[in-house]
């Protein structure tokens, strides 16, 4: 192949590059806007669960005091609403986040291939671009397999907790109600938690964002 076909190709390449590389920014901005409305719903919906068990809680230690037999069924129903709506939205988290983690994993795998190729055509601008997308991709894909970790550890205990709750509906002993009262509390630990990692999830979001518009693309 002579120069000029050698540089003829080395251009399209370049182009083509270029316009792999616009999309991606394109799909990549999205993403952010995207991911930053979901944190922002789901700290909602976390303030309002966790406002929710605190009422409950209130309630119950109520119609323990006043011994209200009625007071107490109706607290024990809403619990049992209340933990069902949990379970069905933490289980819709779950698959989120493995999707997420996923998806994130494939463009670790996109962005190793991209610098391997890059590298074999000597772009070494384009390769030392393509290195730190991958670290941040990379970065990416750790989190977000935290966040599984995590929503799965937080089904598994809003499972557990509702069997016991089943197991302990209607009775009243002494101890069964004081057994009942911890695991609402449980609830409103792993709310609060859940709260704060919504949190520190959106900072996350927010910081990702920052660095995209610092490498140019915004």
Known sequence: MNSLSSAVVAA???????????????????????EIREDKRELRDDRRDLEQLKSILAR?????????????RSVESSLRQALRSELRESKRELSDAQAE???????????????????????????????????????DARDDRRDVRQEAAALRTRVAI???LD????????????RKRDLIQELISLAEL?????KQELREDHRERREDRRDGWR
Do not use: I, Y
């Open 167 to 178: 197991d302990l509906d209607g009775m009243r002993s002494g101890g069964t109600l004081h």
């Open 194 to 198: 859940e709260l704060r990692q919504g």
């Open 12 to 34: 399209l390449l370049l182009a083509g590059s270029a316009q792999a590389q616009s999309v991606r920014n394109h799909v990549e901005r999205s993403q952010d806007r995207r």
């Open 162 to 164: 509702a069997r016991e």
């Open 101 to 139: 983690a996923r998806r994130s994993q494939r463009e670790v795998r996109v962005d190793k291939w991209e610098v391997r190729n890059d590298s074999l055509w000597g772009r070494r601008a384009v390769v030392v671009s393509g290195q730190h997308e991958v670290r941040d991709d990379r970065r």
């Open 60 to 72: 119950f230690d109520r119609a323990w005091s006043s011994r209200n037999e009625r007071e107490m």
